[in-house]
């Protein structure tokens, strides 16, 4: 499991560490990047714009334990009971 920080604001402006001045806008449920500027970071959680969450780690590449994506359709070849298809 991994320590993460998400957005529980309607949006934050996170500044990024990475040599040079950057920013990322990041909208409620959204993961901080890991080069989020700590001090930054801490910013973000004494105003309450973000919290600590543990998600659980990726499974390696290759192990087809893939979690599903929610809200795909897929084709069963079959109608729902009482359909019936469409008269011309």
Known sequence: MAVKYQVKAAAAVVKLK???????????????????????????????????????DPAPAGTGDAP????????TGTQPAGATAAKK
């Open 18 to 56: 990475d040599g040079r001045p950057s920013e990322t806008y990041l909208y409620r449920g959204g993961l901080l990047p890991a080069n989020a500027d700590p001090a930054h970071v801490k910013h973000l959680l004494d105003t309450g714009l973000i919290t600590k969450v543990t998600v659980a």
């Open 68 to 75: 599903a994506t929610e809200g795909t359709a897929q084709p």
